[in-house]
Structure formats: structure tokens, C-alpha cells
């Protein structure tokens, strides 16, 4: 399988201050990648730096065989990277259907192409296209997130940056946000998946990484993360004793 994303020797600031070391990672085509790790572990430092939203002072970030390191998050964008950031941050004063027509700024001069993408939002997310008209700011915490994901799926992304997706939601609408998630990747779209809550992340992608105080400690098959003692008592909580038979 073909790399989509390479990232070497990532280092990251902000100021003088550095945040992350030599992170490296691979993306493979069709896959969800999951970065897992504790608040402040440059989960979403890695994901800003990839969609080109902060400069990295060393290192490299090829995206489809193209070295982007230094092009801007707009170039990035037109390549095929889109981000959903942490807290959705979609336009609450304008409506649903004018934030996804942002969303598809790429292709803002084709009317057809921007209605046959914004009907494809609305068949993956109906309740979208039941509140079109209303201003993003009166949804529901749920409903921004789909607005969120629906808008980034307007520039048809390559790969999906999705930022902490369950941030703040009840846990019915994280799970329906999850399911989401993975019918986005059916249809081809790869996902790098920032998530604190680690049993989602594992029960979702295939593959993770976790990061701890800006470096890699782990990496593999969330199968085999899952059991690892020390993500275990990090981030998925004390391992039950065997029942004991009387």
C-alpha cells in the first residue's frame, strides 16, 4: 500500500518554546491513523503543522509523493488536506448552507460541482439539510461537529484531520459521529484521527500513535497498543482482575 502521508523528524514550536521532537509517522492510502496521548502531548500541534497551519522548525511533511513542509495550509488545501479543528469553529452567524459553500471555496466557480457535493453532505448528514437555512450557531453541540465534517468534506479532502471530533458531546452523539467517521473512510477518504479518548480511537482506526510530552513512545496495530501495559494504565484505565472461581 501506497504512502499518502510521510512525516520525518517533525519538530515543532511555538516561539522558542518547542513542543514537539522528531515525531514521525505514516499514512497509508484508505487508512484511519489514530495520534492518542494526554493533554499537551502535541496531538494537535502534529495535525496544525500538517494541514499547514504552523511552520515546522525542522523536519518534513510529504503529502501524495509532494514535500508541502513549506507550502501554505491553502496550497495544502487544494492538494487534498483538509482540517476539522478541535471545538468545530464553524461560522455562527452564517447558515448551514453558507458554511459547507465555504468549504467548497476550491470550487467556487462551479456552481453544479459545489450543489452535487453539498448533496452529498446532506445525504450522509439529513439533519444538515433539515436545518440549511438556519445560522450554524443555534445547532446543537452534535450538529456543529456533523457541520464541521460536512463542510471539510466539501473540498472532496484525500485525507481528513479531524481534531478531537468528541469534545464535548454526549456519548450518543459520539458514537453516531464515530459511525460518521468510518462511512467517510468507506468512500475513500483517509483520516488522521486526533483523540483523547483513547477507546474510541482504538475501536476506530486501525493503526495509532501515542505521544507523550511532544515525542512518539508507541506505534503499531491499536489490536496490539490496546495491550500494552503502559497505554493501558495511561489512557485506558486499570485492567480488571480475572474473576476467581469459588
Not at 495550509?73 to 461560522?91: C, M
Not at 450538529?143 to 468528541?166: H, K, N, V
Not at 489490536?223 to 485492567?239: D, F, S, W
Request: glycine letters at 10%; proline letters at 4%; a positive charge.
Amino acid at each position: 500500500m501506497s504512502a499518502l502521508l510521510e512525516v520525518k523528524d517533525l519538530e515543532l514550536a511555538y516561539g522558542q518554546v518547542a513542543v514537539c521532537r522528531d515525531i514521525s509517522l505514516r499514512l497509508d492510502r484508505g487508512e484511519i491513523v489514530a495520534l492518542i496521548g494526554a493533554n499537551g502531548a502535541g496531538k494537535s500541534t502534529t495535525l496544525r503543522a500538517i494541514a499547514g497551519v504552523l511552520s515546522p522548525r525542522a523536519g518534513t511533511i510529504v503529502f501524495s509523493g509532494q514535500d508541502v513542509t513549506s507550502m501554505p495550509s491553502y496550497e495544502r488545501s487544494k492538494l487534498g488536506i483538509a482540517l476539522v479543528p478541535e471545538g468545530r469553529r464553524v461560522f455562527p452567524f452564517l447558515t448551514v448552507r453558507e458554511n459547507l459553500e465555504l468549504g467548497g471555496f476550491n470550487v467556487r466557480s462551479d456552481a453544479a460541482k459545489i450543489r452535487q457535493r453539498m448533496d452529498g453532505v446532506f445525504a450522509m448528514f439529513p439533519r444538515l439539510s433539515e436545518r440549511s437555512s438556519q445560522n450554524a450557531g443555534t445547532l446543537s453541540g452534535g450538529e456543529q461537529q456533523m457541520l464541521a465534517l460536512g463542510r471539510a468534506m466539501m473540498s472532496e479532502p484525500q485525507l481528513l484531520c479531524l481534531d478531537e471530533p468528541s469534545l464535548g458531546l454526549a456519548p450518543i452523539v459520539v458514537q453516531d459521529i464515530f459511525q460518521k467517521i468510518r462511512a467517510i473512510n468507506a468512500t475513500g477518504t483517509s483520516v488522521l484521527l486526533v483523540e483523547q479518548n483513547a477507546r474510541y480511537a482504538f475501536e476506530t482506526a486501525s493503526r495509532g500513535y501515542v505521544l507523550q510530552t511532544g515525542s512518539v513512545i508507541a506505534s503499531g496495530l491499536c489490536a496490539e497498543l490496546k495491550l500494552n501495559p503502559r497505554v493501558q494504565e495511561a489512557y485506558l484505565g486499570r485492567i480488571a482482575a480475572p474473576a476467581v472461581s469459588q
